[in-house]
């Protein structure tokens, strides 16, 4: 039962901040590394950003240079999403994943073997 629930999506308005959760079960996050991939409807799936299995590595799509950041929580076996300065095309269902080999990350789905249900966020004012 390997498995990975996103949490912590609402509305928010532009240029605020939210935090989106990932909790792991099954399996140690720090083992892996992790990223954030969203999808806006009627769009393709665009990765966000990814973090290294030892955590000392974080590639950032470009559209979120800045204004997101990851990081972990080893203790709770989470791992989080801060967003800020969010904007109107920052609103999709956001999704973290496991992937499935290397210790470091790139933002390529295919990459990734356990994800999460999706957590909606929706930037609007």
């Known amino acids: 039962q390997l498995q990975l629930v996103e949490s912590g999506g609402g509305l928010v308005q532009p240029g605020g901040s939210l935090r989106l959760s990932c909790a792991a079960s099954?399996?140690?996050?720090?083992?892996?590394?992790i990223g954030w991939f969203r999808q806006a409807p009627g769009k393709e799936p665009e990765g966000v950003l990814c973090t290294s299995r030892s955590g000392g590595f974080t590639f950032y799509g470009d559209s979120v240079k800045g204004r997101f950041t990851i990081f972990r929580d080893s203790a709770k076996n989470t791992v989080y999403l801060q967003m800020n300065s969010l904007k109107p095309e920052d609103t999709a269902v956001y999704y973290c994943?496991?992937?499935?080999?290397?210790?470091?990350?790139?933002?390529?789905?295919?990459?990734?073997?356990?994800w999460g249900q999706g957590t909606q966020v929706a930037v609007s004012s």
């Open positions: 994943a496991r992937m499935s080999q290397l210790p470091n990350c790139r933002l390529v789905a295919t990459e990734y073997d356990i």
């Open positions: 099954g399996f140690t996050l720090d083992g892996y590394a």
